[in-house]
Protein backbone atom coordinates (compact mmCIF):
# COMPACT_ATOMS: atom_id res chain seq x y z
CA UNK A 1 0.00 0.00 0.00
CA UNK A 2 1.61 3.51 -0.87
CA UNK A 3 2.11 6.27 1.69
CA UNK A 4 -0.97 7.92 0.51
CA UNK A 5 -3.15 5.47 1.28
CA UNK A 6 -1.79 4.45 4.59
CA UNK A 7 -2.12 8.11 5.62
CA UNK A 8 -6.08 8.52 4.20
CA UNK A 9 -6.82 5.30 6.66
CA UNK A 10 -4.75 6.72 9.75
CA UNK A 11 -6.91 9.78 9.09
CA UNK A 12 -10.06 7.88 9.33
CA UNK A 13 -13.02 10.47 10.64
CA UNK A 14 -15.31 7.21 11.17
CA UNK A 15 -16.90 6.77 14.68
CA UNK A 16 -17.77 3.64 16.26
CA UNK A 17 -21.38 2.95 16.17
CA UNK A 18 -22.51 5.67 13.55
CA UNK A 19 -20.06 5.55 10.38
CA UNK A 20 -18.30 8.22 8.57
CA UNK A 21 -18.20 11.70 10.76
CA UNK A 22 -19.82 14.21 8.83
CA UNK A 23 -18.11 17.71 8.99
CA UNK A 24 -18.01 21.18 7.45
CA UNK A 25 -15.10 23.42 6.18
CA UNK A 26 -15.51 26.07 9.52
CA UNK A 27 -16.22 22.88 11.78
CA UNK A 28 -14.38 19.02 11.06
CA UNK A 29 -14.86 16.25 12.48
CA UNK A 30 -11.72 16.78 14.49
CA UNK A 31 -12.76 19.78 15.42
CA UNK A 32 -15.85 18.11 17.01
CA UNK A 33 -14.04 15.48 18.62
CA UNK A 34 -12.34 18.52 20.68
CA UNK A 35 -15.79 19.88 21.05
CA UNK A 36 -16.86 17.10 22.55
CA UNK A 37 -14.44 16.36 24.96
CA UNK A 38 -14.51 19.64 26.40
CA UNK A 39 -18.46 19.29 27.20
CA UNK A 40 -18.01 16.17 28.72
CA UNK A 41 -18.13 15.99 33.22
CA UNK A 42 -15.26 14.07 33.29
CA UNK A 43 -12.87 16.58 31.30
CA UNK A 44 -14.29 19.35 33.63
CA UNK A 45 -13.54 17.47 36.91
CA UNK A 46 -9.77 17.53 35.98
CA UNK A 47 -9.80 20.89 37.70
CA UNK A 48 -9.19 19.31 40.90
CA UNK A 49 -7.12 15.98 40.20
CA UNK A 50 -3.43 16.37 40.84
CA UNK A 51 -1.28 17.29 38.18
CA UNK A 52 2.45 17.36 40.19
CA UNK A 53 1.25 19.15 43.57
CA UNK A 54 -2.07 17.32 45.06
CA UNK A 55 -4.57 19.69 46.91
CA UNK A 56 -2.18 22.93 46.15
CA UNK A 57 -3.75 26.12 47.64
CA UNK A 58 -1.83 27.97 45.35
CA UNK A 59 -4.12 29.30 42.95
CA UNK A 60 -1.26 29.51 40.60
CA UNK A 61 -0.02 25.59 40.28
CA UNK A 62 -1.33 23.45 37.22
CA UNK A 63 -3.76 20.70 37.44
CA UNK A 64 -4.80 18.26 35.34
CA UNK A 65 -7.24 20.46 33.46
CA UNK A 66 -4.81 23.51 33.22
CA UNK A 67 -1.69 20.69 32.25
CA UNK A 68 -4.29 18.73 29.10
CA UNK A 69 -5.48 22.44 27.91
CA UNK A 70 -1.23 23.18 27.76
CA UNK A 71 -0.55 19.48 26.06
CA UNK A 72 -3.20 20.14 23.39
CA UNK A 73 -1.83 23.69 22.26
CA UNK A 74 1.61 22.17 21.90
CA UNK A 75 0.04 19.24 20.08
CA UNK A 76 -1.87 21.69 17.49
CA UNK A 77 1.02 22.72 16.51
CA UNK A 78 2.95 20.13 16.39
CA UNK A 79 0.49 17.84 14.59
CA UNK A 80 0.26 20.80 11.84
CA UNK A 81 3.97 21.23 11.13
CA UNK A 82 4.25 17.31 10.69
CA UNK A 83 1.07 17.59 8.81
CA UNK A 84 1.97 19.99 6.32
CA UNK A 85 5.05 18.30 5.27
CA UNK A 86 3.62 15.14 5.04
CA UNK A 87 0.51 16.48 2.81
CA UNK A 88 3.50 17.84 0.46
CA UNK A 89 5.65 14.61 0.94
CA UNK A 90 2.63 11.95 -0.55
CA UNK A 91 -0.02 14.78 -2.03
CA UNK A 92 -2.81 13.89 0.44
CA UNK A 93 -6.11 14.91 -1.11
CA UNK A 94 -8.95 16.69 0.95
CA UNK A 95 -6.69 16.86 3.86
CA UNK A 96 -5.27 19.75 5.63
CA UNK A 97 -2.28 20.56 7.93
CA UNK A 98 -4.97 21.73 10.44
CA UNK A 99 -6.56 18.52 10.37
CA UNK A 100 -3.37 16.94 11.83
CA UNK A 101 -3.04 19.35 14.37
CA UNK A 102 -6.61 18.77 15.17
CA UNK A 103 -6.47 15.71 15.63
CA UNK A 104 -3.40 15.78 17.82
CA UNK A 105 -5.00 18.35 19.70
CA UNK A 106 -8.27 16.26 20.25
CA UNK A 107 -6.03 13.07 21.45
CA UNK A 108 -3.98 15.59 23.88
CA UNK A 109 -6.82 17.06 25.98
CA UNK A 110 -8.22 13.94 26.82
CA UNK A 111 -5.14 12.08 27.54
CA UNK A 112 -5.15 12.41 30.95
CA UNK A 113 -8.88 12.16 31.45
CA UNK A 114 -8.52 8.51 32.74
CA UNK A 115 -6.42 9.58 35.51
CA UNK A 116 -8.15 8.83 39.25
CA UNK A 117 -7.36 10.60 42.13
CA UNK A 118 -3.61 11.94 43.49
CA UNK A 119 -2.39 11.13 39.89
CA UNK A 120 -0.14 8.54 39.78
CA UNK A 121 0.26 7.71 43.01
CA UNK A 122 -3.74 7.09 42.42
CA UNK A 123 -2.92 4.39 39.98
CA UNK A 124 -0.80 2.10 42.67
CA UNK A 125 -3.57 3.20 44.85
CA UNK A 126 -6.15 1.05 43.09
CA UNK A 127 -3.58 -1.90 42.19
CA UNK A 128 -2.13 -2.53 45.41
CA UNK A 129 -5.63 -2.60 46.88
CA UNK A 130 -7.04 -5.10 44.24
CA UNK A 131 -4.02 -7.37 44.66
CA UNK A 132 -4.57 -7.84 48.10
CA UNK A 133 -8.09 -7.69 48.40
CA UNK A 134 -8.28 -11.16 47.88
CA UNK A 135 -11.73 -10.41 45.30
CA UNK A 136 -9.27 -11.73 42.52
CA UNK A 137 -8.75 -15.07 43.71
CA UNK A 138 -12.49 -15.08 44.85
CA UNK A 139 -14.08 -15.28 41.20
CA UNK A 140 -13.23 -17.68 38.29
CA UNK A 141 -11.02 -14.28 36.20
CA UNK A 142 -10.20 -14.80 32.95
CA UNK A 143 -5.65 -13.81 32.98
CA UNK A 144 -6.59 -11.16 31.08
CA UNK A 145 -9.56 -10.03 33.69
CA UNK A 146 -7.19 -10.81 36.82
CA UNK A 147 -4.16 -8.39 34.83
CA UNK A 148 -6.44 -5.19 34.37
CA UNK A 149 -7.16 -5.13 38.05
CA UNK A 150 -3.65 -5.85 38.95
CA UNK A 151 -1.87 -3.93 36.75
CA UNK A 152 -4.51 -1.26 36.88
CA UNK A 153 -3.83 1.94 34.27
CA UNK A 154 -5.25 5.41 34.15
CA UNK A 155 -4.43 5.27 29.98
CA UNK A 156 -7.35 2.01 29.50
CA UNK A 157 -9.29 3.73 31.95
CA UNK A 158 -8.98 6.73 29.68
CA UNK A 159 -10.24 4.60 26.45
CA UNK A 160 -12.92 3.42 28.40
CA UNK A 161 -14.25 6.38 29.31
CA UNK A 162 -14.48 8.48 25.67
CA UNK A 163 -15.46 5.26 24.27
CA UNK A 164 -18.13 3.81 26.76
CA UNK A 165 -19.07 6.08 30.21
CA UNK A 166 -19.12 9.25 28.97
CA UNK A 167 -22.54 9.11 26.61
CA UNK A 168 -23.37 5.63 27.80
CA UNK A 169 -26.89 5.35 25.68
CA UNK A 170 -24.46 5.48 22.61
CA UNK A 171 -22.14 2.59 20.85
CA UNK A 172 -18.84 3.98 21.58
CA UNK A 173 -19.44 6.71 24.10
CA UNK A 174 -18.66 10.05 23.07
CA UNK A 175 -18.30 8.44 19.33
CA UNK A 176 -14.95 9.97 18.70
CA UNK A 177 -13.46 9.80 14.82
CA UNK A 178 -11.33 6.60 14.84
CA UNK A 179 -8.30 8.61 13.89
CA UNK A 180 -8.82 10.51 17.28
CA UNK A 181 -8.82 7.29 19.51
CA UNK A 182 -5.85 5.20 18.04
CA UNK A 183 -3.91 8.84 18.00
CA UNK A 184 -5.50 8.91 21.43
CA UNK A 185 -4.18 5.54 22.60
CA UNK A 186 -0.12 5.70 23.05
CA UNK A 187 -0.27 1.92 23.92
CA UNK A 188 -2.17 -0.20 21.60
CA UNK A 189 -2.20 -3.17 23.93
CA UNK A 190 -4.25 -5.32 26.40
CA UNK A 191 -3.04 -5.93 30.21
CA UNK A 192 -1.85 -9.42 29.53
CA UNK A 193 -0.74 -10.78 26.27
CA UNK A 194 0.63 -14.36 26.04
CA UNK A 195 3.97 -12.92 25.06
CA UNK A 196 6.60 -10.06 25.75
CA UNK A 197 6.48 -7.17 23.24
CA UNK A 198 9.40 -4.85 23.23
CA UNK A 199 9.51 -0.92 22.22
CA UNK A 200 7.93 1.75 24.06
CA UNK A 201 4.38 1.25 23.00
CA UNK A 202 4.16 -1.63 24.72
CA UNK A 203 5.68 -0.45 28.28
CA UNK A 204 1.60 -0.14 29.65
CA UNK A 205 -1.62 -0.90 28.15
CA UNK A 206 -3.87 0.94 26.73
CA UNK A 207 -7.60 -0.85 27.43
CA UNK A 208 -9.48 -3.24 29.12
CA UNK A 209 -10.96 -6.65 28.43
CA UNK A 210 -14.49 -5.19 28.20
CA UNK A 211 -12.95 -2.41 25.82
CA UNK A 212 -11.10 -4.59 23.68
CA UNK A 213 -13.84 -5.24 21.10
CA UNK A 214 -14.06 -1.51 20.45
CA UNK A 215 -10.50 -0.94 20.20
CA UNK A 216 -9.71 -3.24 17.57
CA UNK A 217 -12.32 -1.90 15.88
CA UNK A 218 -10.63 1.47 15.74
CA UNK A 219 -7.78 -0.45 14.89
CA UNK A 220 -9.14 -2.00 11.91
CA UNK A 221 -10.81 1.48 10.70
CA UNK A 222 -7.19 3.44 10.91
CA UNK A 223 -4.86 -0.03 9.82
CA UNK A 224 -2.90 -0.19 12.34
CA UNK A 225 -0.46 -3.00 12.12
CA UNK A 226 -1.19 -5.93 14.43
CA UNK A 227 1.54 -7.03 16.25
CA UNK A 228 -0.40 -10.21 17.63
CA UNK A 229 -3.40 -10.66 15.55
CA UNK A 230 -6.20 -9.07 16.87
CA UNK A 231 -4.63 -8.49 19.93
CA UNK A 232 -1.76 -5.65 19.82
CA UNK A 233 -0.85 -3.49 17.66
CA UNK A 234 1.58 -0.64 16.77
CA UNK A 235 1.04 2.50 17.67
CA UNK A 236 -0.93 5.12 15.24
CA UNK A 237 2.02 7.39 13.91
CA UNK A 238 0.29 10.69 15.64
CA UNK A 239 0.60 9.10 18.54
CA UNK A 240 4.03 9.99 18.77
CA UNK A 241 3.54 13.67 19.41
CA UNK A 242 0.85 13.02 21.84
CA UNK A 243 3.48 11.86 23.81
CA UNK A 244 6.05 14.42 22.78
CA UNK A 245 3.60 17.39 23.70
CA UNK A 246 2.36 15.53 27.10
CA UNK A 247 6.38 15.11 27.99
CA UNK A 248 7.32 18.65 26.97
CA UNK A 249 4.43 20.16 28.90
CA UNK A 250 4.81 17.99 32.31
CA UNK A 251 8.72 18.46 32.46
CA UNK A 252 9.10 22.02 31.53
CA UNK A 253 6.07 22.86 32.81
CA UNK A 254 6.11 21.28 35.94
CA UNK A 255 10.12 22.88 36.77
CA UNK A 256 8.25 26.13 35.83
CA UNK A 257 5.77 25.01 38.63
CA UNK A 258 7.80 24.10 41.41
CA UNK A 259 10.24 27.30 41.04
CA UNK A 260 6.96 29.22 41.94
CA UNK A 261 6.63 27.13 45.02
CA UNK A 262 10.10 27.42 45.84
CA UNK A 263 11.58 23.73 45.52
CA UNK A 264 13.63 24.58 43.03
CA UNK A 265 15.54 27.98 42.66
CA UNK A 266 14.75 30.25 39.83
CA UNK A 267 18.68 29.98 39.17
CA UNK A 268 18.11 26.24 38.48
CA UNK A 269 14.92 26.47 36.52
CA UNK A 270 16.50 29.31 34.39
CA UNK A 271 19.96 27.40 33.40
CA UNK A 272 18.07 24.29 32.50
CA UNK A 273 15.33 26.00 30.46
CA UNK A 274 18.36 28.02 28.53
CA UNK A 275 20.03 24.77 27.89
CA UNK A 276 17.06 23.18 26.02
CA UNK A 277 16.12 26.91 24.43
CA UNK A 278 19.76 27.00 23.17
CA UNK A 279 20.36 29.61 20.50
CA UNK A 280 16.08 30.41 20.21
CA UNK A 281 17.04 32.78 23.36
CA UNK A 282 17.51 36.67 22.53
CA UNK A 283 19.95 37.37 25.00
CA UNK A 284 19.44 40.82 24.95
CA UNK A 285 15.35 40.52 25.48
CA UNK A 286 16.18 38.20 28.43
CA UNK A 287 18.50 40.87 29.49
CA UNK A 288 15.56 43.32 30.03
CA UNK A 289 13.80 40.82 32.17
CA UNK A 290 14.06 41.23 35.65
CA UNK A 291 11.13 39.70 37.10
CA UNK A 292 12.41 35.87 38.05
CA UNK A 293 8.80 34.68 37.09
CA UNK A 294 8.68 36.47 33.70
CA UNK A 295 13.04 35.28 32.73
CA UNK A 296 11.16 31.46 33.43
CA UNK A 297 8.27 32.36 31.60
CA UNK A 298 10.45 33.57 28.23
CA UNK A 299 12.80 30.28 28.57
CA UNK A 300 9.38 27.82 29.07
CA UNK A 301 8.34 29.11 25.36
CA UNK A 302 11.84 29.37 24.20
CA UNK A 303 12.29 25.51 25.25
CA UNK A 304 8.54 24.67 24.38
CA UNK A 305 9.47 25.81 20.79
CA UNK A 306 12.54 24.27 20.43
CA UNK A 307 11.00 20.78 21.88
CA UNK A 308 8.87 21.00 18.55
CA UNK A 309 10.90 22.08 15.93
CA UNK A 310 13.24 18.98 17.07
CA UNK A 311 10.29 16.37 17.68
CA UNK A 312 8.93 17.10 14.50
CA UNK A 313 12.69 17.07 12.53
CA UNK A 314 12.99 13.57 14.21
CA UNK A 315 9.39 12.48 13.08
CA UNK A 316 9.52 13.23 9.51
CA UNK A 317 13.21 11.70 9.26
CA UNK A 318 11.82 8.55 10.60
CA UNK A 319 8.34 8.83 8.88
CA UNK A 320 9.03 5.56 6.79
CA UNK A 321 9.92 3.65 10.16
CA UNK A 322 7.28 5.07 11.84
CA UNK A 323 4.50 3.73 8.91
CA UNK A 324 6.37 0.42 8.97
CA UNK A 325 6.04 -0.03 12.48
CA UNK A 326 10.08 -0.39 12.76
CA UNK A 327 9.96 2.66 15.10
CA UNK A 328 9.01 2.58 18.42
CA UNK A 329 11.12 5.06 21.16
CA UNK A 330 10.31 8.52 22.20
CA UNK A 331 10.97 11.19 19.33
CA UNK A 332 12.69 13.31 21.51
CA UNK A 333 14.75 10.71 23.12
CA UNK A 334 16.59 10.29 19.02
CA UNK A 335 16.90 14.55 19.22
CA UNK A 336 20.22 16.93 19.94
CA UNK A 337 18.09 17.81 22.66
CA UNK A 338 18.12 14.52 24.61
CA UNK A 339 20.80 15.23 26.99
CA UNK A 340 19.82 18.65 28.38
CA UNK A 341 16.46 17.52 28.77
CA UNK A 342 17.41 14.10 30.58
CA UNK A 343 18.75 17.06 33.04
CA UNK A 344 15.47 18.39 33.38
CA UNK A 345 13.76 14.77 34.07
CA UNK A 346 16.98 13.79 36.50
CA UNK A 347 16.01 17.19 38.93
CA UNK A 348 12.04 16.89 38.50
CA UNK A 349 12.82 12.64 39.77
CA UNK A 350 15.44 14.55 42.34
CA UNK A 351 13.69 17.16 43.59
CA UNK A 352 9.99 18.00 42.52
CA UNK A 353 7.95 14.55 42.19
CA UNK A 354 9.65 14.03 45.70
CA UNK A 355 9.01 17.16 46.96
CA UNK A 356 7.52 16.31 50.67
CA UNK A 357 3.79 17.86 50.59
CA UNK A 358 3.21 15.83 47.54
CA UNK A 359 4.59 12.97 49.08
CA UNK A 360 2.42 13.32 51.75
CA UNK A 361 -0.82 13.77 49.89
CA UNK A 362 0.14 10.97 47.76
CA UNK A 363 0.45 8.43 50.67
CA UNK A 364 -2.74 9.78 52.25
CA UNK A 365 -3.95 8.83 48.83
CA UNK A 366 -3.72 4.99 49.39
CA UNK A 367 -5.47 5.15 52.71
CA UNK A 368 -8.36 7.26 50.97
CA UNK A 369 -8.85 5.07 47.71
CA UNK A 370 -8.16 1.51 49.34
CA UNK A 371 -11.08 2.55 51.56
CA UNK A 372 -13.37 3.67 49.43
CA UNK A 373 -12.61 0.73 47.24
CA UNK A 374 -13.45 -1.61 49.82
CA UNK A 375 -16.18 -0.51 51.29
CA UNK A 376 -18.42 0.02 47.82
CA UNK A 377 -16.78 -3.64 46.93
CA UNK A 378 -17.77 -4.52 50.14
CA UNK A 379 -21.60 -3.50 49.46
CA UNK A 380 -21.77 -4.76 45.77
CA UNK A 381 -20.68 -7.94 46.67
CA UNK A 382 -22.61 -8.73 49.39
CA UNK A 383 -26.02 -7.85 47.34
CA UNK A 384 -24.42 -10.28 44.32
CA UNK A 385 -24.49 -13.31 47.63
CA UNK A 386 -20.87 -12.68 48.66
CA UNK A 387 -21.30 -12.07 52.16
CA UNK A 388 -24.04 -10.62 54.61
CA UNK A 389 -25.89 -7.58 52.90
CA UNK A 390 -26.39 -5.58 56.04
CA UNK A 391 -27.85 -2.61 56.62
CA UNK A 392 -24.97 -0.71 56.30
CA UNK A 393 -24.10 -2.36 52.64
CA UNK A 394 -27.85 -1.39 51.73
CA UNK A 395 -26.91 2.40 52.57
CA UNK A 396 -23.70 2.24 50.33
CA UNK A 397 -25.35 1.27 47.46
CA UNK A 398 -28.09 3.51 47.81
CA UNK A 399 -24.96 6.37 47.86
CA UNK A 400 -23.92 4.67 44.16
CA UNK A 401 -24.76 6.29 40.99
CA UNK A 402 -26.50 3.90 39.16
CA UNK A 403 -24.43 4.33 35.92
CA UNK A 404 -21.95 2.10 38.14
CA UNK A 405 -24.82 -0.66 38.29
CA UNK A 406 -26.91 -2.64 35.92
CA UNK A 407 -30.07 -1.45 33.98
CA UNK A 408 -31.88 -2.83 36.74
CA UNK A 409 -30.29 -1.01 39.41
CA UNK A 410 -28.73 -4.01 41.06
CA UNK A 411 -24.86 -5.04 40.28
CA UNK A 412 -23.96 -6.74 37.66
CA UNK A 413 -24.12 -10.90 37.79
CA UNK A 414 -20.67 -10.21 35.96
CA UNK A 415 -17.75 -10.10 38.96
CA UNK A 416 -15.37 -8.44 36.83
CA UNK A 417 -18.01 -5.82 35.40
CA UNK A 418 -19.13 -5.64 38.89
CA UNK A 419 -15.62 -4.85 40.18
CA UNK A 420 -14.55 -2.70 37.38
CA UNK A 421 -17.68 -0.33 37.91
CA UNK A 422 -16.61 0.51 41.21
CA UNK A 423 -12.90 1.22 39.32
CA UNK A 424 -14.93 3.27 37.44
CA UNK A 425 -16.59 4.82 39.93
CA UNK A 426 -13.74 5.27 42.62
CA UNK A 427 -11.09 6.15 39.58
CA UNK A 428 -14.18 9.41 38.12
CA UNK A 429 -13.44 11.11 41.71
CA UNK A 430 -12.26 14.12 41.93
CA UNK A 431 -9.30 14.47 44.70
CA UNK A 432 -11.60 16.65 47.03
CA UNK A 433 -14.65 14.74 46.11
CA UNK A 434 -12.80 11.66 47.06
CA UNK A 435 -11.36 12.79 50.82
CA UNK A 436 -14.65 14.39 51.13
CA UNK A 437 -16.12 11.06 51.07
CA UNK A 438 -13.64 9.12 52.69
CA UNK A 439 -14.37 11.57 56.20
CA UNK A 440 -18.38 11.19 55.55
CA UNK A 441 -17.68 7.39 55.60
CA UNK A 442 -15.70 7.15 58.12
CA UNK A 443 -17.83 9.49 60.34
CA UNK A 444 -14.69 11.78 60.87
CA UNK A 445 -16.33 14.97 59.53
CA UNK A 446 -20.45 13.75 59.54
CA UNK A 447 -22.59 16.19 57.62
CA UNK A 448 -24.17 19.46 59.34
Known amino acids: MGKRKIWDKLLSADRIGAGKAPG?????????DY?????????????????VFPLSKSDYVRTRLTHSLEASCVGRSLGAVVGREIIARHGLKEVESGDFGAIVAAACL????????????????????????????????????????????????????????????????????????????????????????????????????????????????????ERIPGTAWRRHPLAFLVEVADDTCYLI?????????????????????????????????????????????YLRAKAIGRLLESAAAVFLENEEAILSGDFDDELLEQSPIAVPLQAVLKLAKDTIYTA????????????????????????????????????????????????FLDHDGEPSADPYIRLLQIADFVAGMTDSYAVDMYRK????DLPA
Not at 264 to 278: F, H, M, N, Q, T
Not at 441 to 444: I, N, Q, S
Open 24 to 32: TPERTAFQQ
Open 35 to 51: DRIVFTSAFRRLKDKTQ
Open 110 to 225: AHDIGNPPFGHAGEDAIREWFRTSGLLERHDFTPAQRADFERYEGNAQGFRIVSRLQSPANPGGLQLTNAVLATFTKYPRPSYLPETLEGKSSKKFGFFQQDAENFAQVARSTGLI
Open 253 to 297: VDLEDAARLGFVPYKDAECLLADLAGSSVNGQRLDRLHDPKERLE
Open 356 to 403: RPALEIETAGFEVLGALLGLFTQAVEARAGHGRFTTRERMLLKLLPTQ
Open 441 to 444: LKGF
